[in-house]
């Protein structure tokens, strides 16, 4: 499980890219860079790194499930992700 700094460091950051979307999308329709270097560094969505939801675990994340692999072979095996088998052939 990752610390529980780092994972709150994402969800900071996440909310800064919320509410700074708007004012970024028009700063750059407007061509006005200036203006989009005195936002937050923060407020950019390049900033942001997928974490598992349950452990905050950075590497092996499934974007479809939101989880890591690990996570999801537990949940998977115990039969809690409905709609997924394990495959036998």
């Keep these: 499980?990752?610390?529980k700094s780092v994972i709150a460091r994402?969800?900071?950051?996440?909310?800064l890219v919320e509410k700074y979307?708007?004012?970024?999308?028009?700063?750059?329709a407007q061509g006005?860079?200036?203006a989009l270097d005195k936002l937050?560094?923060?407020a950019s969505p390049v900033r942001?790194?997928?974490r598992c939801k349950l452990t905050g675990r950075p590497k092996g994340y499934m974007?479809?499930?939101g989880i890591s692999r690990v996570t999801f072979r537990?949940?998977?095996s115990n039969g809690k992700i409905p709609g997924i088998t394990k495959a036998s052939w």
């Design 48 to 50: 942001l790194h997928n």
């Design 63 to 65: 974007r479809k499930f």
């Design 1 to 3: 499980m990752a610390r």
């Design 21 to 28: 979307a708007d004012k970024r999308a028009e700063l750059k």
């Design 40 to 42: 937050p560094r923060n």
């Design 10 to 15: 994402e969800r900071k950051r996440q909310r």
């Design 74 to 76: 537990e949940l998977a």
């Design 32 to 34: 006005d860079y200036e």
